[in-house]
């Protein structure tokens, strides 16, 4: 649609390009405006910005106001600011739209338009928990390895406070605190022995060596300090603070807050409160449907016991293929001719992949990857290796299974935390002075008798005590794609040496039943996997990285 000069200077505003087949929207639009334009334009054929102006001049039917013409005067002048305020008519609309058609006919798509901003300070680790399980929640939360935590960091829930357990908590989680500061201590005297100053100037980039001692010895001093941090996390408890910035879409925050206020937990429900509260400020037309959920209180409250099952079995780390498509590479090539060819229907693929030699598959497999680099996350543009699933439990601790469950497009599930199932001991631990062994065994088994005496009443705010040494398993459902992207992401050398460890734990355990992966068509026993993947003849289908650098850059 052609505009004329003026309606094109006021739409500028707002977008980015009044002309172009593809514009961005400035966020000088309120995200209401947005998500109310976004639903006009789903359901007739004019463009969005045609929608938009229809807001300026005030000419939406139903929802007329007068004044438009002088609007985009002062629009096109820049006489407005911001510039949303020509439109406060336009936010009325949106609220009326969606108070009319989300609330009445519940058009949940209009708000997954609305992406809504959030920020929790001094929140614990179990809230960032039940905050990964939001697939469309996006999120930074602070870093154990760059952050030292005091007892001033320690989330002291009310309800087992106000009971005759409060005491018990409360020293828990003070010894626990204490107990990391001195494995801190333990852990900076251990690596300034094993990685003097000296040595690790030697690995520095140039710019670092050209620095003056003091600022070198700074930077020394932060990556010593990190790799400490790493060690002495095991011994922190999940309460623990933390502060977290996402964002999400209003479909899910709507359902986030009707979940969350019949948590169990009481820092959940006030939360739940909090995040109705503010995000309401911000699309209070959205936020309707935000009730307590009693369905899914009852889920998160265990359905009454009713699933209680035998004690758990201590485990050690180590990873388990639950489930996997035993025609998966068959599969994979299907998709994959399927995707690149004119017609056909996946059936007519799959029995033409079966017919085809392991050469021939292999071949395609090398010129689907040949042209990848590291920095290629993905297999291929579309799904076509993420169709093919598998379903993998990895057995860790719970610091590593925090870093885990991040990844938000695999389907994951998990139990309630507890020292039930062991602990985990770092290899490092038993280099270091004795007296460290001595402390973190001893804190694990105080605290495990007290976790056992607080998750008698309180069994689910036991698992504020439950520090990251606590052996905890993941449940993955995941396609290859996925999976591939996974054990990349998090093998990296600069990644926690823990979860490293799972990572080459689950490519083991996947080359063995995919041995395709690797380009074998049969996985060669005998050898250490290392060694299966130095001499690997395909490379980048599911990259591995090995290499170590011994510090933290």
Same mark, same amino acid.
Request: proline share 5%; glycine share 6%; net charge neutral.
């Given at each position: 649609?052609?505009?004329?000069?003026?309606?094109?200077?006021?739409?500028?505003?707002?977008?980015?390009?009044?002309?172009?087949?593809?514009?961005?929207?400035?966020?000088?639009?309120?995200?209401?405006?947005?998500?109310?334009?976004?639903?006009?334009?789903?359901?007739?054929?004019?463009?969005?910005?045609?929608?938009?102006?229809?807001?300026?001049?005030?000419?939406?039917?139903?929802?007329?106001?007068?004044?438009?013409?002088?609007?985009?005067?002062?629009?096109?002048?820049?006489?407005?600011?911001?510039?949303?305020?020509?439109?406060?008519?336009?936010?009325?609309?949106?609220?009326?739209?969606?108070?009319?058609?989300?609330?009445?006919?519940?058009?949940?798509?209009?708000?997954?338009?609305?992406?809504?901003?959030?920020?929790?300070?001094?929140?614990?680790?179990?809230?960032?928990?039940?905050?990964?399980?939001?697939?469309?929640?996006?999120?930074?939360?602070?870093?154990?390895?760059?952050?030292?935590?005091?007892?001033?960091?320690?989330?002291?829930?009310?309800?087992?406070?106000?009971?005759?357990?409060?005491?018990?908590?409360?020293?828990?989680?003070?010894?626990?605190?204490?107990?990391?500061?001195?494995?801190?201590?333990?852990?900076?005297?251990?690596?300034?022995?094993?990685?003097?100053?000296?040595?690790?100037?030697?690995?520095?980039?140039?710019?670092?060596?050209?620095?003056?001692?003091?600022?070198?010895?700074?930077?020394?001093?932060?990556?010593?300090?990190?790799?400490?941090?790493?060690?002495?996390?095991?011994?922190?408890?999940?309460?623990?603070?933390?502060?977290?910035?996402?964002?999400?879409?209003?479909?899910?925050?709507?359902?986030?807050?009707?979940?969350?206020?019949?948590?169990?937990?009481?820092?959940?429900?006030?939360?739940?409160?909090?995040?109705?509260?503010?995000?309401?400020?911000?699309?209070?037309?959205?936020?309707?449907?935000?009730?307590?959920?009693?369905?899914?209180?009852?889920?998160?409250?265990?359905?009454?016991?009713?699933?209680?099952?035998?004690?758990?079995?201590?485990?050690?780390?180590?990873?388990?293929?639950?489930?996997?498509?035993?025609?998966?590479?068959?599969?994979?090539?299907?998709?994959?001719?399927?995707?690149?060819?004119?017609?056909?229907?996946?059936?007519?693929?799959?029995?033409?992949?079966?017919?085809?030699?392991?050469?021939?598959?292999?071949?395609?497999?090398?010129?689907?990857? #040949? &042209?990848? /680099?590291? +920095?290629? @996350? !993905?297999?291929?543009?579309? =799904? $076509?290796?993420?169709?093919?699933?598998?379903?993998?439990?990895?057995?860790?601790?719970?610091?590593?299974?925090?870093?885990?469950?991040?990844?938000?497009?695999?389907?994951?599930?998990?139990?309630?935390?507890?020292?039930?199932?062991?602990?985990?001991?770092?290899?490092?631990?038993?280099?270091?002075?004795?007296?460290?062994? #001595? &402390?973190? /065994?001893? +804190?694990? @088994? !105080?605290?495990?008798?007290? =976790? $056992?005496?607080?998750?008698?009443?309180?069994?689910?705010?036991?698992?504020?005590?439950?520090?990251?040494?606590?052996?905890?398993?993941?449940?993955?459902?995941?396609?290859?794609?996925?999976?591939?992207?996974?054990?990349?992401?998090?093998?990296?050398?600069?990644?926690?040496?823990?979860?490293?460890?799972?990572?080459?734990?689950?490519?083991?355990?996947?080359?063995?039943?995919?041995?395709?992966?690797?380009?074998?068509?049969?996985?060669?026993?005998?050898?250490?996997?290392?060694?299966?993947?130095?001499?690997?003849?395909?490379?980048?289908?599911?990259?591995?990285?090995?290499?170590?650098?011994?510090?933290?850059?």
């Amino acid at each position: 649609m052609p505009y004329s000069e003026l309606e094109q200077k006021a739409l500028e505003a707002f977008v980015t390009s009044a002309t172009d087949p593809i514009a961005a929207v400035k966020n000088t639009l309120p995200i209401e405006v947005f998500g109310a334009l976004g639903s006009f334009f789903s359901r007739n054929p004019k463009d969005f910005r045609v929608h938009l102006l229809d807001a300026i001049y005030g000419r939406i039917k139903g929802y007329e106001t007068e004044g438009g013409e002088e609007m985009l005067r002062k629009l096109a002048a820049g006489e407005f600011n911001p510039p949303h305020l020509a439109i406060l008519s336009g936010i009325a609309k949106a609220q009326a739209f969606f108070t009319e058609y989300y609330g009445r006919y519940s058009h949940k798509s209009i708000a997954n338009t609305v992406w809504i901003p959030l920020i929790a300070t001094n929140v614990s680790q179990l809230f960032a928990k039940e905050l990964a399980y939001d697939q469309l929640a996006f999120f930074i939360e602070q870093s154990t390895r760059y952050v030292e935590f005091d007892k001033k960091n320690v989330f002291y829930d009310p309800q087992v406070m106000g009971s005759k357990l409060g005491d018990v908590y409360t020293k828990t989680l003070e010894n626990l605190v204490n107990a990391y500061g001195e494995m801190i201590a333990y852990s900076i005297a251990y690596y300034e022995q094993q990685i003097p100053f000296n040595q690790w100037l030697k690995v520095q980039r140039d710019d670092t060596k050209k620095e003056d001692e003091k600022q070198q010895r700074i930077k020394y001093r932060r990556e010593i300090r990190g790799k400490a941090f790493d060690v002495a996390r095991y011994l922190l408890p999940q309460a623990i603070r933390t502060n977290i910035a996402w964002i999400v879409d209003a479909r899910s925050l709507e359902f986030d807050v009707a979940a969350w206020k019949g948590h169990p937990l009481a820092e959940l429900q006030e939360a739940a409160k909090l995040i109705e509260e503010h995000a309401g400020k911000i699309a209070p037309s959205l936020l309707k449907y935000t009730a307590e959920n009693f369905y899914y209180r009852d889920k998160l409250h265990g359905y009454d016991g009713i699933l209680h099952a035998k004690p758990p079995e201590e485990f050690s780390k180590g990873v388990d293929i639950i489930h996997y498509d035993r025609d998966g590479l068959n599969k994979v090539i299907a998709h994959l001719l399927k995707r690149h060819n004119h017609g056909g229907t996946l059936r007519q693929r799959l029995h033409e992949a079966r017919d085809m030699p392991f050469a021939k598959k292999l071949e395609i497999l090398e010129r689907v990857t #040949r &042209l990848r /680099k590291p +920095t290629d @996350e !993905k297999l291929e543009t579309d =799904e $076509e290796f993420d169709l093919v699933k598998l379903t993998v439990e990895i057995r860790s601790d719970v610091g590593a299974i925090r870093d885990l469950r991040r990844h938000q497009k695999n389907d994951r599930g998990e139990s309630l935390l507890t020292l039930e199932n062991g602990w985990y001991i770092p290899p490092m631990v038993y280099d270091m002075h004795p007296e460290a062994g #001595r &402390l973190f /065994k001893d +804190t694990m @088994e !105080k605290t495990q008798k007290s =976790e $056992e005496k607080i998750r008698s009443e309180f069994p689910f705010a036991a698992q504020y005590v439950v520090p990251m040494a606590a052996m905890h398993s993941l449940t993955m459902s995941l396609g290859l794609d996925q999976l591939q992207y996974l054990i990349w992401t998090r093998s990296t050398s600069e990644g926690h040496f823990s979860y490293r460890q799972d990572m080459f734990n689950l490519a083991e355990a996947v080359a063995k039943i995919y041995p395709w992966l690797l380009g074998y068509e049969k996985y060669p026993e005998g050898k250490e996997f290392k060694t299966v993947c130095d001499e690997a003849p395909l490379k980048k289908m599911m990259p591995i990285r090995f290499e170590e650098t011994g510090l933290h850059q």
